[in-house]
């Protein structure tokens, strides 16, 4: 009794998935893997699935979400707006979404589901998380190249699409749709992220350039750091109240201060990159927790299979054929067909939507947790063992001899 009234406490879970998450980061480091494969695989492990130690509870959730605002702040540091506000980058992020809804939608009816159900397996399919890709990018030291800025881009336009689509589908399956306050949430996010990058490269960036200099900075140089995480939390508030995923508020915060010179820099880039191990890792082995194979029937395994190769093969057709017609080279369009397909948070968020209504059941929502964890899983395999495993070596033979010291 004494030892369950443990396990449950809000202290142990949290000090259970920090240990675990952080084991996760080791473990796939020392088999060369990326860190969130190994994560992910951590959660499985203590979650529901197999020794039943952590349940995603709303406290599990809460530093999940906490964890995914914080590494998207990280990752906005490395980029420079300007470089990802491109039309390409539009035409990708809208055929990225169409093609993998009309994916999903006609799979799950040949699978028998009914009209709403297969509508919400459609939407599900359109979403993209973009902390995976973008943290694996990053562990291989692959954010500034062309494919990486337009992942990010068109991912955050995902977010956006995502959302305007899953307004249509709430209107379709309850049939009480409505054009204006469909278009009222696409452009209010759209002011938002504009709005967003404009206060925060030419207030923000300033106000922050201002108390570098100030005697305050300079005997609590941490101000630095502590101005820039304010901003990240406000930022993915002000998203949240708009409507918007809060990770591309934190998103937007990080690239307005991408650009920043500061005396002291380098301690709040630094503060935010160790906040970021700690909490980021909590974000991703919460996916693993967050699966439960108990609700896995047979039936449902065949069509998680077929959900799953749907999943991928869209992303790569609707996001990869268009970066192609765009110009990138082979590499760069498998990167970027690769790199969208993990749907992460973002997916299970909106069959989690469908399960609150009514509209799917628990069975529809475990295949749909499962496809997000797979298509979470798969692609940073690829990327790192296959899309670059052969540049890497290309790069270590043409590294020049070491030279001899005898």
């Known amino acids: 009794m004494f030892g369950e009234g443990i396990l449950s406490s809000a202290d142990f879970q949290m000090s259970l998935l920090l240990f675990v998450a952080l084991a996760g980061y080791l473990i796939a480091y020392r088999i060369n893997q990326s860190a969130v494969v190994g994560i992910i695989l951590a959660g499985i492990l203590v979650g529901p699935s197999f020794l039943g130690l ?12 906490l964890g995914a605002v914080v590494l998207l702040f990280t990752i906005g540091l490395e980029f420079n707006i300007k470089e990802i506000a ?65 992942i990010i881009a068109v991912a955050v336009i995902d977010d956006v699409l995502a959302l305007f689509f899953l307004s249509i589908a709430e209107g379709v399956v ?25 206060v925060g490269k030419f207030v923000f960036a300033r106000l922050m350039v201002r108390l570098d200099n100030t005697p305050l900075c300079e005997k609590y140089p941490e101000s630095i750091f502590i101005f ?21 508020g934190s998103f937007l915060a990080g690239a307005s201060f991408s650009e920043v010179k500061l005396n002291r820099g380098a301690i709040f880039r630094q503060g935010a990159e160790h906040l970021q191990i ?22 449902v395994i065949w069509f998680v ?86 540049r890497s070596k290309k790069e270590v033979c043409e590294s020049p001899p070491a030279k001899s010291h005898s």
């Open 54 to 65: 952590v349940t995603y509870t709303d406290f599990v959730s809460s530093l999940a979400h």
């Open 228 to 248: 820039a995480i304010m901003t990240a939390f406000l930022y993915a508030l002000m998203a949240e109240l708009v409507g918007l995923s809060a990770i591309v």
């Open 86 to 150: 491109r039309v390409r980058y539009l035409v990708i992020g809208l055929c990225g979404v169409i093609v993998p809804i009309l994916g999903g939608f006609f799979t799950a009816e040949l699978f028998g589901f009914d009209f709403k159900a297969a509508v919400f397996i459609g939407v599900a399919l359109s979403a993209t998380s973009i902390a995976i890709t973008a943290n694996v990018l990053r562990e291989m030291g692959k954010l500034q190249t062309e494919a990486a800025k337009a």
């Open 305 to 390: 299979l077929a959900l799953t190769a749907v999943a991928i093969i869209t992303k790569i057709i609707g996001c990869g054929v268009p970066a192609k017609l765009y110009g990138m080279n082979w590499k760069d369009t498998a990167v970027v067909g690769v790199g969208m397909a993990p749907r992460g948070e973002v997916g299970m968020i909106i069959g989690l939507i469908g399960l609150n209504q009514g509209l799917i059941n628990m069975g529809v929502y475990s295949a749909i947790i499962l496809m997000c964890l797979i298509t979470t899983i798969i692609p940073p395999l690829i990327m790192k063992n296959w899309i670059y495993k052969d």
């Open 174 to 198: 309850s049939g009480d749709i409505s054009v204006g306050p469909i278009l009222l949430t696409a452009l209010i996010a759209i002011a938002f992220i504009g709005i967003g990058a404009l």
């Open 278 to 299: 700690i909490f980021a890792s909590i974000f991703f082995v919460s996916l693993g927790v967050i699966m439960d194979v108990h609700y896995i029937t047979i039936d």
